[in-house]
């Protein structure tokens, strides 16, 4: 079945520790995203790709980073430099970008940092 | 900044019943706005959009009706059942930027009694 896979779905880490979270797509989309949830927050975007080797901060980037180096992947790594880390971390893909096309999301990351 | 609005942040209703969830808007110029259901640990799922040139747009159940003088929008379910119980995010796309952005309310936890 074509998606998005998000892995693992719980992770946690000490505080100071950079964290990578993985996501992967096999939709053949061209833009990929990231966004954090927090409860009574709704989805605040982190990061977003439109093609590979290409990236844009969204509105909270700062402490995270992110590569594109294959249209299937978009790994996002959480830095000790990011004050709050803990929250569900969703990943996201369309096949072209915001205005024009549905999001389909993965399932999810649950970050814990003590 | 350009924000969307949602509201009731929570809503209860009878097997059977209906179910209005209300968004607002900022950007005039914003024109697609897509309704997301979350159900508990997985990521949001689109379940209709709709784009400015059009008042209403129907799915079985779900509608989406759109007023785009008073900037806002609402999604309708009918014939509610207890799987409908989710978290609905309603979201818009505002221009900004090189790509434009999707806003997204904080969202509606239905809960939906047998």
């Known amino acids: 079945d074509g998606g998005i896979t998000q892995s693992p779905k719980y992770l946690f880490r000490k505080e100071g520790q950079n964290v990578t979270l993985s996501c992967e797509q096999n939709?053949?989309?061209?833009?990929m995203y990231w966004y954090r949830q927090d409860p009574g927050q709704g989805l605040r975007l982190i990061y977003y790709s439109q093609i590979v080797n290409d990236f844009q901060k969204g509105d909270i980037a700062e402490g995270y980073s992110v590569s594109r180096e294959k249209k299937e992947s978009f790994p996002l790594t959480v830095t000790s430099a990011q004050k709050n880390p803990t929250a569900f971390y969703l990943c996201?893909?369309?096949?072209?970008?915001?205005?024009?096309?549905?999001?389909?999301f993965g399932n999810g990351t649950r970050l814990t940092v003590t | 900044g350009e924000n969307v609005e949602q509201h009731p942040s929570t809503l209860s209703v009878q097997e059977g019943d209906s179910a209005v969830i209300k968004c607002t808007y900022s950007?005039?110029?914003?024109?697609?706005f897509p309704w997301y259901k979350q159900e508990l640990g997985k990521g949001p799922q689109l379940i209709i959009d709709i784009r400015s040139n059009v008042g209403e747009k129907k799915d079985q159940r779900i509608a989406v009706t759109l007023n785009k003088t008073a900037k806002h929008f609402s999604l309708h379910i009918t014939e509610t059942q207890p799987e409908d119980s989710a978290v609905y995010f309603c979201a818009a796309f505002i221009y900004g930027g090189s790509q434009g952005n999707l806003i997204f309310g904080k969202g509606t936890k239905l809960s939906v009694k047998p």
């Open positions: 996201a893909s369309s096949i072209g970008g915001f205005g024009d096309s549905p999001l389909h």
């Open positions: 950007d005039s110029a914003s024109n697609y």
């Open positions: 939709l053949n989309h061209d833009a």
